[in-house]
């Protein structure tokens, strides 16, 4: 998914190649175009599925495999125009990123594996729970764009793709909470994107993302997603109205139950039935990316149990 490879003719072919043999978990190439043809693709991906690849759309055939995403300099991805103000002062990192506990949702397990990170140096060094592996890879592109990071907010305006490491089949209870906002309108209506593919060990898995779009009318949509048939992205529940600026996210996952409770700026917004997407694919890891035109992230955790 990544911006398109400029117009060498020969890098050109070598992307169309790899977008029509890959999809990518949570987004495929062509899960980041236009509704329907760039979005997450199959599997865990949009329906574009020329977007995040089979199963989670993003498919991981490998670490560093070209994901072509819509050009961001593309008047179909990303709107004219000054974007809204946006909150540049991250909170506490314990408003954030509560501590385990009962009361803050965030689970108390053994064996816990967990991502954290907040956006102040390069994602791609950090190993936050010093297991040996670096936390996370992007897809898309061989060096991060430090540029776009500024005051522990990392801008992303060149469609970068964050994958989890090391690959996790996310089959026990799994707590997500993450800081992000859309600054641009995308006229696919997937801006912001956090997403997960889950059970990828079982016969069935399940792709589920959260997507933060800007409006026309300086609010934000928060549309939580899945795909009950590894093609058709549907919405598991929809929160509009929301301010301008970045929004803290929490989801939490009983992938046994198949069930997600999603939780906005500490306001609960039910629990929801998440769908069977289709059989299981590479794609085992969690994804941000800015699927659509701008978009801001300031802190990410993800706490998985062990499977039951």
Same mark, same amino acid.
């Given at each position: ?20 043999? $890959? @999809? ?18 199959? =599997? ?16 991981? &055939? ?5 994901? #072509? ?20 002062? #991250? ?13 803050? @949702?965030?689970?108390? $397990? @053994? ?21 040996? !592996? ?13 540029? *776009? ?41 997937? =801006? ?7 059970? *990828? ?62 939780? !906005?700026? @500490? !306001? ?17 890891? &969690? ?22």
């Amino acid at each position: 998914m990544g911006p398109r490879l400029g117009d060498v003719p020969g890098l050109f072919l070598l992307c169309a190649a790899l977008f029509t043999a $890959c @999809g990518r978990i949570g987004y495929d190439p062509t899960d980041l175009g236009t509704p329907e043809a760039s979005l997450p693709g199959t =599997g865990g991906r949009s329906s574009d599925d020329a977007s995040p690849g089979t199963g989670g759309e993003l498919r991981e &055939a490998a670490a560093d495999q070209v994901a #072509p995403i819509p050009d961001a300099s593309s008047d179909s991805s990303v709107t004219d125009g000054p974007s809204p103000p946006r909150d540049v002062s #991250p909170p506490p990192a314990e408003a954030s990123l509560p501590e385990a506990s009962a009361e803050s @949702g965030v689970p108390v $397990c @053994g064996g816990a594996t967990t991502w954290s990170f907040s956006f102040d140096s390069d994602p791609t060094l950090a190993d936050s729970n010093g297991d040996g !592996v670096l936390d996370w890879v992007m897809r898309n592109a061989t060096t991060f764009p430090l540029a *776009e990071l500024s005051s522990g907010v990392w801008r992303s305006e060149t469609r970068i793709v964050l994958d989890s490491r090391p690959l996790d089949d996310f089959s026990g209870r799994t707590v997500v909470d993450v800081r992000m906002g859309s600054a641009t309108v995308p006229p696919s209506g997937r =801006g912001a994107v956090f997403w997960v593919n889950l059970n *990828e060990g079982s016969a069935t898995f399940s792709a589920l993302f959260v997507s933060l779009s800007l409006e026309t009318d300086g609010t934000q949509t928060l549309t939580l997603f899945g795909k009950p048939d590894n093609v058709t992205e549907t919405p598991l529940a929809t929160v509009s109205g929301l301010s301008p600026g970045l929004k803290a996210i929490h989801l939490d996952v009983d992938p046994v139950a198949l069930t997600v409770a999603l939780t !906005v700026e @500490g !306001v609960g917004h039910g629990t929801h039935a998440i769908p069977l997407t289709g059989a299981p694919n590479g794609d085992r890891f &969690a994804t941000l990316l800015a699927w659509d035109g701008i978009a801001e992230f300031d802190s990410v955790r993800i706490v998985r149990c062990p499977a039951p």
